[in-house]
């Protein structure tokens, strides 16, 4: 299928690796930024386009929409000042994108969603594929609540479902702290060392939603995608120490009662600088479940996906890109 694609998100961490992928299979790109997004790396990658618009600005969405063959939809709050605003960006954000679509007549749509939205695993195995979701935050029952926007899409356009795990590499901000406390020697256990992770590499991943955009797969489906090697926090956290050279000398264990008074000090101190901060309340919910993992089998299956990154090799290639872009000393 030929024709231009509309990416959302595409200035945040994953979506710029979207925009990587999809700029190397020579896609006509229009990548969806607001006014205050930094598009450094979007301006410098070829067949980009820059449209400006948001997804609370229906008419802004249209036009960017006009003669669009597919839709990569990243764009979405990870983290806010308001709990309500999970909801007005990746719930009613992802509807009024949808409408839009429906309006435009566009074919595939492509919705990159989250494992917050199923919920964690208390056994250390992935969930069934049947088992009824259950999200632990606000941010969880938002990309669940877009997930169901989007299958209830699924009739009048091939709309597939992304969820990844934990998303890692080059230029993501998130996994980034683990890296800054090893190099500090000082780690805080936000949560139980040998909870279970799954991991995806942020180019695998980022490949995994292109496929999807002309993949023969029922309109509707959803996979999960990670790179068959779960991961605990402590291995975790090994592979970053192997990959700086550097070892961690005090490990700080953080009890529940701590942790969230931690967290609310954390909200009021953003409440003053209006900005929204990663640790809340809400937040303490997701570090302390004890495990997040799935299975990516069928999204190796359908799409035909194979990922190339584990977590050892990725914060190896991480710890360069932090070192040369000097978010850390070498």
């Known amino acids: 299928m030929t024709g231009p694609v509309l990416l959302t998100g595409g200035s945040g961490f994953l979506g710029s690796h979207i925009a990587d992928r999809l700029a190397a299979s020579g896609a006509e790109v229009r990548a969806l ?11 410098s990658l070829p067949g980009v386009t820059l449209v400006r618009g948001a997804l609370d600005d229906f008419a802004s969405l249209e036009a960017a929409l006009r003669g669009v063959r597919g839709v990569v939809h990243a764009a979405g709050l990870i983290k806010a000042r308001r709990p309500a605003d999970f909801a007005r960006v990746n719930v009613e954000g992802t509807a009024s994108l949808l409408a839009a679509c429906r309006s435009a007549g566009v074919a595939r749509f492509v919705h990159v969603s989250s494992l917050a939205a199923r919920g964690p695993s208390p056994d250390g195995r992935p969930r069934p594929s049947g088992a009824p979701p259950a999200p632990v935050t606000v941010y969880g029952w938002s990309k669940l609540a877009a997930e169901e926007l989007v299958r209830g899409a699924a ?6 479902v992304i969820r ?25 256990l936000t949560g139980p060392a040998d909870q279970v992770l799954s991991m995806v590499y942020a180019t695998d991943c980022a490949d995994a939603c292109v496929r999807a955009l002309d993949a023969a797969v029922p309109s509707g489906s959803a996979f999960d995608v990670e790179d068959g090697h779960p991961e605990t926090f402590s291995t975790i956290v090994g592979h970053i120490e192997s990959a700086m050279g550097k070892r961690v000398r005090l490990r700080l264990p953080i009890p529940r009662p701590a942790l969230w008074l931690a967290a609310a000090a954390v909200e009021g101190l953003g409440r003053i600088a209006r900005r929204p901060v990663m640790l809340t309340r809400d937040k303490v919910n997701e570090l302390r479940a004890p495990n997040w ?14 990922p190339d990154v584990t977590f050892a090799e990725g914060s190896r290639r991480a710890v360069a890109w932090y070192r040369e872009a000097g978010w850390l000393n070498a």
């Open 293 to 306: 993992v799935c299975d990516g089998s069928a999204a190796r299956a359908a799409l035909g996906w194979t």
């Open 33 to 43: 930024v607001r006014g205050t997004s930094d598009v450094r790396h979007l301006s």
């Open 155 to 160: 009739r009048d356009l091939c709309a597939v």
């Open 164 to 188: 990844p795990p934990v998303v890692h590499g080059p230029r993501d901000r998130e996994t980034f702290v683990f890296y800054r406390a090893v190099q500090l020697g000082v780690l805080p």
